[in-house]
DNA sequence: CGCAATCACGGGATTCGTTA
DNA sequence: TAACGAATCCCGTGATTGCG
């Protein structure tokens, strides 16, 4: 990045975006949340090249790199680059720290795939615009194709995570007596959903949340969830079972966790982490437990 | 009392399943 | 198929708690 003026800011010299001018009825888009903490976030910015030079002045080399020019692009062009070339949209709003939810709420264009959009060119020039006035004035291209690399890996990681509920889910199905699926209820007016559920119409017999604590501090949360789940289902269906499969990392405190999912309502609570015999191992024990008299 | 560690909370991101 | 909502993860901030 530049130790100079950021073209949002500076000059006004890039295109302005009629959408982030609108007033707002004191709710704030991007450009005021950035506008807001700009001359905190300049400040720091110099102070970290600083450190970053004293910090490793033995180890910084001068070389010649490419490097993107924005503030030389007109929107148009722009546009058209983004048009032509999808898979470079990414990394220009994840240097921005723009993301999807940004340009929803700000430009009003709903569900953009921000790893491979496919755009009209209306809305590639709204977002060409909307991009140039957050863009500094240049970057250096790997450090930009670094960003996207980050982005991506993040989602990658997450879309993973998202697989070890399905996991679990494929093992009930292979172990109980199902079909288990995932299902909504209804109680006192709200919807609940059930990870994995049996059968998938009528009154539920059996009801699994199926939950991820990566963290500790979220265990709190994770558990009001879970108790308070159970006992809307056992308010509706006061026969059923409730059982919870929670993936939690730190095995120490397992029994921490069992003991604040004590309930009547809870009828089984299991642990497994991610490899396939913990999931059928934890999956065949709650299975025992709610699936009593069935089969 | 002052400082450090921990907690609670909320915002932002992405993914997935459901629904219109 | 597009749009939406639920769920989960990550992170920073301010409040609270605990210790010396």
Redesign the pocket.
């Known amino acids: 990045m530049t130790p100079e003026k950021n073209s949002l800011f500076g000059g006004e010299t890039t295109p302005t975006n009629d959408a982030l001018n609108e007033p707002t009825g004191g709710y704030g888009n991007q450009r005021q949340?950035v506008s807001k903490v700009l001359p905190a976030a300049e400040m720091r910015q110099r102070e970290v090249e600083k450190e970053l030079r004293h910090a490793f002045g033995r180890y910084i080399e001068t070389r010649q790199i490419e490097v993107i020019v924005f503030e030389r692009i007109p929107a148009t062009d722009l546009a058209r680059a983004i048009l032509n070339h999808p898979l470079i949209l990414k990394p220009l709003l994840a240097a921005c720290?723009?993301?999807?939810?940004?340009l929803k709420r700000d430009l009003k264009i709903?569900?953009i795939d921000?790893?491979e959009p496919t755009l009209t060119s209306a809305q590639a020039n709204a977002v060409a615009g909307y991009l140039l006035s957050f863009l500094p004035q240049y970057i250096e291209l790997p450090a930009l194709s670094r960003i996207d690399r980050v982005?991506f890996i993040?989602?990658?990681?997450?879309?993973d995570?998202?697989?070890w509920?399905?996991l679990v889910c494929e093992a009930l199905n292979l172990y109980g007596h199902g079909p288990f699926?995932?299902?909504?209820f209804e109680a006192g007016g709200q919807?609940?959903?059930l990870?994995a559920a049996t059968p998938a119409k009528g009154d539920v017999q059996i009801g699994i949340?199926?939950?991820?604590?990566?963290?500790?501090?979220?265990i709190?949360?994770?558990c009001d969830?879970i108790v308070n789940?159970a006992a809307k289902l056992k308010a509706v269906f006061r026969k059923s079972k409730f059982g919870a499969v929670i993936?939690y990392p730190f095995i120490q405190e397992h029994p921490n966790v069992t003991s604040r999912l004590t309930s009547p309502n809870i009828d089984a609570v299991v642990f497994a982490s991610g490899s396939a015999e913990t999931i059928e191992n934890a999956v065949r024990l709650l299975l025992a437990k709610v699936e009593g008299r069935k089969l």
């Open positions: 949340y720290n723009l993301a999807g939810r940004a709903d569900n921000t790893y982005s993040d989602k990658e990681i997450r879309k995570k998202g697989r509920e399905k699926k995932k299902r909504k919807v609940f959903e990870d949340d199926i939950k991820r604590i990566e963290a500790r501090q979220d709190h949360k994770r969830e789940k993936y």
